[in-house]
């Protein structure tokens, strides 16, 4: 079966109630987690940016704790896996200064983490390249946040 576009999907569930939309969206969590994380976003974290921010963070800092430091294979590993889980939570909320905020703190753990990181040369061009995007997607936000942004990621470059 092929999916339809979004625009067909759109009209088509205009014709629908009320009670089958709910329906509709009860069916729709049931079949894969990242639909059923969206829905929670939508309902519960959307009106509570902050709080919605917080969460993240404390789920990046348990990531860090349980990531194996024997060889910087799977650092590699863990860490790709945290910076996912956090371009996933970004995209449920699509906020730049919650994408910002969230790609900064993940940089932070990731300069701070031991062993370090410069002496691996793919934790350090992920680091860099995380790096640019951040300054990239600054752009798009209010100037006094842009320069309240730009002083935290001065620190991590040096």
Do not use: W
């Amino acid at each position: 079966m092929k999916a339809v576009t979004v625009k067909e999907i759109k009209t088509e569930l205009l014709h629908y109630s009320q009670k089958e939309l709910v329906e509709l969206c009860l069916r729709l969590s049931k079949f894969k987690k990242e639909n059923k994380e969206l829905l929670t976003y939508l309902l519960f974290e959307s009106s509570n940016e902050e709080g919605y921010i917080s969460s993240i963070k404390l789920e990046i800092d348990e990531q860090f704790e349980l990531v194996n430091t024997k060889t910087y294979y799977f650092i590699k590993k863990s860490v790709r896996k945290i910076l996912r889980n956090i371009k996933t939570a970004i995209r449920y909320s699509k906020n730049k200064e919650t994408e910002v905020e969230l790609l900064l703190y993940f940089c932070k753990k990731l300069k701070d983490f031991k062993p370090s990181i410069h002496k691996n040369t793919v934790l350090k061009n992920l680091f860099d390249r995380e790096i640019a995007s951040i300054e990239k997607k600054m752009l798009a936000l209010h100037e006094d946040l842009q320069y309240d942004y730009e002083q935290e990621l001065e620190k991590l470059k040096l």
